[in-house]
């Protein structure tokens, strides 16, 4: 049986541009006559072996790496990635492998009154079960980064929009990379940066952005990269999600799991936030998508706010694990831990009804990326090397 998984470290041919904007039109604070720095670096492009290139050096590809004029059923995702990234990337094992797909359609996107579009569940779902896998439309790093020197006579304000241009320059190689159906997907969805000098681009990745965060290697410093999404980002935000989403390496794909039993017609909703912190703490987070939260949890502050608190502090108990589920914290990976310890308890004591209870719940959290779908075997359970070893 494997242990401790959730503590394991665990996108040339020119295409025509759908919406393509115009940088410095829609950037009115950028000094008149400034440039932005030139960053092309293409795969494919003839001047350039990317092999030369240092490992830290920025590099716009596509993953899988096909031609990019051609049709995969299953997408491929425009990066702008570190030359170390995309080769752990293409060295992982199995990659590039087919995405997973639930048999039928578990999902579909449509209208709510008050927060545009929503995905709402199909069918009832279980806890574990797999609601869609994509192909991200772009992959890229989540953080502003600025890359010349800016005129001594840059105001804070001017250094704040010509770094927003760098970054809606650097995406726009990205996006005309896309294909014309992606780019027209890709500005379809929500932008909640129209008004705050963000472009175009940027501002539809900082609306949409899922982490991607196995894509961020060990190291100083560390870069976060940010998905842009065709369907999950179509999701609304909780602070008691019911459905999270786990980035696959080998197929390059986000997989969205139902965290607990959904009912046919339910909203479905992953955090945008941190659900250990305070509701107060939780709204400023949530400030730059535009919306004050109006969840259970955010209405009812106070009790909520306690509970958070204390069960994040707790050790885990049966108890315990109610009190996560009924705070709606299953996509929390303390409450994955908590699952494996408990399991590892009751697998010391000869619990063998105990363990079990805790491994279908581990089996089923492949939100965590576990792949633990038959930990639920007392076969198993008890040919553990550690079946009954507490017992005196
Ligand atoms: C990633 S998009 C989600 C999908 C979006 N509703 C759409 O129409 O494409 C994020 C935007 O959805 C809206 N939104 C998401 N969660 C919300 C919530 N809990 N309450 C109100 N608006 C929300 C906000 O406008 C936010 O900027």
Redo the contacts with the bound molecule.
């Keep these: 049986m494997k242990r401790g998984f959730l503590n394991s470290s665990k996108a040339h041919s020119k295409m025509a541009s759908v919406g393509r904007p115009d940088v410095h039109q829609v950037l009115p604070g950028v000094p008149e006559g400034y440039k932005t720095p030139k960053v092309n670096i293409k795969e494919g492009d003839p001047t350039i072996d990317p092999k030369t290139l240092p490992q830290g050096a920025f590099l716009f590809t596509s993953l899988p790496n096909i031609p990019l004029d051609e049709h995969d059923p299953d997408n491929w995702t425009s990066c702008l990635l570190q030359v170390a990234t995309k080769a752990q990337i293409v060295d992982t094992p199995g990659f590039p492998r087919p995405l997973l797909h639930p048999p039928k359609p578990r999902y579909h996107i449509g209208p ?1 009154p ?5 995905a709402f569940s199909s069918c009832a779902l279980k806890m574990g079960d797999l609601i869609l896998s994509e192909r991200a439309l772009l992959i890229a790093p989540a953080h502003l980064f600025a890359e010349d020197n800016f005129p001594e006579d840059f105001t804070d304000a001017q250094l704040h929009q010509a770094v927003f241009a760098q970054a809606e320059a650097r995406l726009q190689v990205a996006y005309d990379r896309m294909l014309p159906e992606n780019q027209k997907a890709y500005m379809a ?2 932008n ?1 940066h129209l008004q705050d000098g963000s472009g175009p681009i940027l501002g539809v990745m900082r ?2 952005g899922v982490n991607a965060a196995p894509l961020t290697r060990p190291g100083d410093p560390p870069m976060p990269y940010s998905a842009t999404c065709k369907e999950i ?6 602070c008691s999600p019911n459905t999270a989403a786990e980035f696959d390496m080998p197929s390059f794909s986000f997989r969205l799991f139902a965290i607990r039993d959904i009912a046919a017609g339910e909203e479905l ?1 992953y955090t ?1 936030t941190d659900t250990s912190a305070s509701a107060a703490v939780r709204q400023k987070i949530l400030e730059p ?7 259970r949890a955010c209405l009812d502050p106070r009790l909520s706010d306690a509970r958070r608190a204390s069960i994040h502090r707790a050790s885990p108990t049966p108890a315990l694990m109610s009190m996560w589920a009924e705070e709606g914290l299953q996509a929390s990976p303390l409450y994955g831990q908590h699952a494996v310890t408990l399991m590892e308890r009751y697998i010391g004591a000869g619990d063998l009804e105990n363990a079990m209870v805790y491994a279908r719940m581990c089996s089923k959290m492949k939100w965590f990326g576990c792949g633990a779908e038959d930990w639920a075997d007392p076969a198993k359970i008890k040919a553990d090397p550690q079946w009954r070893k507490d017992v005196k």
């Design positions: 709510t008050n927060m545009g579009l929503a969805l929500a909640s609306t949409n980002s179509r999701l609304n935000h909780s909703t945008y998508y535009g919306f004050r939260c109006t969840c």
